[in-house]
Nanobody
Framework: QVQLVESGGGLVQSGGSLRISCVAS????????MSWYRQAPGKERELVAS????????NYADAMKDRFTISRDNAKNTVYLQMNSLKPEDTAVYYC????????WGQGTQVTVTS
């Protein structure tokens, strides 16, 4: 049974930091590229960052490039998103996605940034 379980979301003040995690099970994690997406109320889901299966290649949305860092630990089947200098507009549900020939999604974790 494939599972992606996000955690680490919460309430943080503007300018603060948060690290969210996504633990995978039920598939060979190290074979999959991983991504973080987010969806704010009333908006479409958007890509935040992605990382290749080995962790060598990363990609970021322009708005998050200098503030967020994606990483992975294949030994722990976990992908992380370190978020610094958070802004109220970063408030959203954050989802992780695994992709190879198919895609798997987690259930999301809420991040709320207060001004």
């Amino acid at each position: 049974q494939v599972q992606l379980v996000e955690s680490g979301g919460g309430l943080v003040q503007s300018g603060g930091s948060l690290r969210i995690s996504c633990v995978a099970s039920g598939f060979t994690f190290s074979n999959y590229a991983m991504s973080w997406y987010r969806q704010a109320p009333g908006k479409e889901r958007e890509l935040v960052a992605s990382i290749g299966s080995t962790g060598r290649n990363t990609n970021y949305a322009d708005a998050m490039k200098d503030r967020f860092t994606i990483s992975r630990d294949n030994a722990k089947n976990t992908v992380y998103l370190q978020m610094n200098s958070l802004k109220p507009e970063d408030t959203a549900v954050y989802y992780c996605k695994a992709a190879r020939w198919t895609e798997y999604w987690g259930q999301g974790t809420q991040v709320t940034v207060t001004s």
